[in-house]
């Protein structure tokens, strides 16, 4: 199992340019945990994964790891506990799944050690969770959507940190391949004790897959906690600005959110 | 962890490219023809014999043996200059993360020409410990004047852009260099000896001149090749994988100008050899950088060498330019290549 971890962040303040989007952010990761950040178009939830991730510097606020500033951890030391795949990765032409794969090794590796056991174990061991081994001399153009978002969190696995912060995994997929990636991603919780951050636009999914959710409005953190918390008509209506009835999802007895608009709502 | 999931990869996919080995017995088979063709080769042909009295009997005073003299340093010049520009064509393309990027495609070796005719006309410089000062000031300027144009706007760097920019620069900076030449005729003489000299005007004084930068050059790269595989991924992946791009680019930004300068104060502005030798490997041998960056540098010298050679034959009994050589191989090939890659921003 991972160890656990301490990751804060402190009154964060980020954005681009001169314009902020994230106003004050105070939050504490939930370590082993599945934590799902979640909100309307541009809340500021991608800007707070990458300022989390390290993708984006603050403007203001402290980022922490175990106590320590994120910004003052060598990098390649800070990323071996911490992992990242961004919403829009590229794909070298004509690149193999094994070598994209293999990538995710960098941070392991120094100029003179080259590839070591343990690189070619991680990364065998990265293709069989992700149940792409068979792909492995495949190249990345000759693959599904569903197999490259596969390939890409194998990736961010042979890094074999922690922590791992995705940034809308699921977007793009249909419906089956969003729930084959969160039931990967919830073993990779399970049996490796990982702890996963990550942006889902889905909000049911989010409840069904998340222990924990973070929804953010217009670059405020407004509610935190389990989904059973979060995740009522009250609190959907003040995070999406939407009417919707929230009932008990009959499959995995979560919250469902059903939404209520002008037109296709019955009279009672 | 069971031993059958390891098994089941094979281990040469994930390190070495497949026929690696294969390709690198090819790769020095034909730069032994290659050097052996230099040598031979030309509007005067030498017998084998003469080859051999050249390089091994110096108290052989034959015409034909001063000829193969001659093309020893020649040789192993033109060997030199391709492998700087080989691994340089392949530096800008990973530091730009665009399939089409090379010394002379983003105008690099031009501002370094026009530095060199500006030596010549103000300051009355004429050695190549001086030339290659000059180029390296002018290709690193160009490179961030280029790169900075091709950069402006919403989308980014996208390869096309920093294409136009660099043609743009490019043709601004000829005839920048014509206007200072033309009215000056010492100038003219001596930027002509210079630029048709090319490789033959390799000697052994420029050839020591010239391997401290190839030396240091060809170092950068090769350490910085498992970070620019990073790279490849996107700045966000690389971020993540403990990279520190904005150092990594300009250190290897540095090289691959630092080889470019080199090459071009020495040999006169050759084109298209980075991009050729680069994508001769990457077809080869697939995108590993750590493959694709020092296989560059042996197939750059062949194709320099070669071209070298097919200039002296078709330009019988003088010479054509190697730079005209590379020319006419490699425009076809960009503008194949630029039809086919696909447009990414940084």
């Known amino acids: ?268 | 962890m069971n031993s059958s999931s390891i098994s089941k990869i094979k281990k040469p996919s994930l390190n070495t490219p497949r026929n690696f080995t294969l390709v690198l017995i090819i790769c020095f088979i034909l730069l032994g023809v290659c050097v052996f063709a230099s040598l031979v080769l030309g509007s005067r042909l030498v017998g084998l014999n003469e080859v051999i009295d050249g390089l091994f009997h110096s108290n052989i005073d034959s015409y034909e043996a001063n000829v193969v003299r001659k093309r020893i340093s020649r040789t192993v010049f033109s060997l030199l200059c391709g492998a700087a520009l080989g691994v340089s064509g392949a530096l800008m393309q990973a530091v730009t993360r665009n399939p089409i990027a090379d010394p002379s495609i983003l105008g690099v070796n031009t501002g370094a020409t026009l530095f060199i005719v500006c030596g010549i006309a103000f300051l009355n410089i004429s050695t190549a410990n001086e030339y290659i000062w000059l180029a390296l000031a002018g290709s690193a300027i160009t490179a961030v004047f280029v790169f900075g144009i091709g950069s402006m706007g919403r989308s980014g760097a996208t390869p096309i852009k920093l294409v136009l920019a660099g043609a743009a620069t490019s043709a601004a900076l000829s005839s920048l260099v014509l206007a200072i030449m033309i009215p000056r005729s010492h100038v003219m003489d001596e930027f002509r000896f210079w630029q048709v000299g090319s490789v033959g005007s390799g000697n052994w004084s420029s050839i020591t001149t010239f391997i401290p930068f190839l030396i240091i050059g060809i170092l950068i790269a090769i350490i910085s090749a498992p970070a620019l595989n990073a790279l490849a991924l996107g700045d966000d992946v690389a971020t993540g994988l403990g990279v520190r791009t904005g150092i990594l680019r300009l250190f290897a930004a540095f090289s691959a100008v630092l080889l470019c300068g080199a090459a071009t104060a020495l040999a006169g502005p050759i084109g298209f050899v980075g991009l050729l030798s680069t994508h001769v490997m990457r077809l080869i041998l697939g995108p590993d950088l750590r493959f694709v960056i020092p296989m560059s540098a042996i197939s750059g010298a062949i194709i320099l060498t070669i071209s070298d050679v097919v200039g002296r034959l078709i330009g019988s009994p003088g010479e054509l330019e190697v730079g005209v050589v590379t020319a006419f191989i490699g425009a076809p090939i960009l503008i194949i290549l630029a039809m086919r890659s696909k447009v990414s921003s940084l």
């Open chain 1, 1 to 268: 199992m991972k160890p656990t971890h301490v990751f804060q962040a402190e009154e964060i303040v980020a954005g681009y340019d001169n314009k902020t989007v994230i106003q004050g952010v105070s939050l504490a990761i939930p370590s082993n945990k599945i934590s799902v950040i979640i909100g309307a178009n541009a809340c500021g939830k991608s800007t707070l994964i990458k300022t989390l991730s390290r993708l984006i510097k603050p403007i203001s606020g402290k980022i922490t790891l175990d106590g320590k500033l994120i910004s003052k951890i060598p990098s390649k030391q800070l990323a071996r506990i911490l992992g990242l795949l961004p919403q829009s990765p590229i794909v070298p032409e004509g690149i193999s799944v094994a070598d994209l794969v293999g990538r995710g090794r960098f941070p392991h590796q120094s100029l003179l050690s080259g590839w070591t056991k343990k690189d070619y174990e991680a990364v065998a061991e990265a293709m069989r969770i992700m149940d792409i081994t068979e792909l492995a001399n495949n190249n990345i153009d000759e693959l599904s959507g569903g197999q490259r978002q596969r390939v890409w969190i194998a990736m961010a696995l042979a890094q074999q940190t922690d922590i791992l912060f995705l940034d809308e995994p699921t977007t793009f997929l249909d419906i089956t391949y969003q729930i084959e990636i969160l039931d990967l991603l919830t073993d990779l919780n399970r049996k490796h004790g990982t702890t996963i951050v990550m942006v889902l636009h889905d909000i049911n999914l989010s409840a069904r897959y998340a222990d924990y959710i973070f929804a953010l409005r217009k670059g405020k953190l407004i509610v935190e906690g389990e989904p059973s918390k979060v995740i009522t008509s009250t609190l959907v209506k003040d995070i999406f600005g939407l009417d919707c009835l929230v009932i008990k999802d009959p499959v995995s007895g979560s919250p469902f959110t059903i939404p209520k608009g002008r037109y296709h709502v019955n009279d009672e």
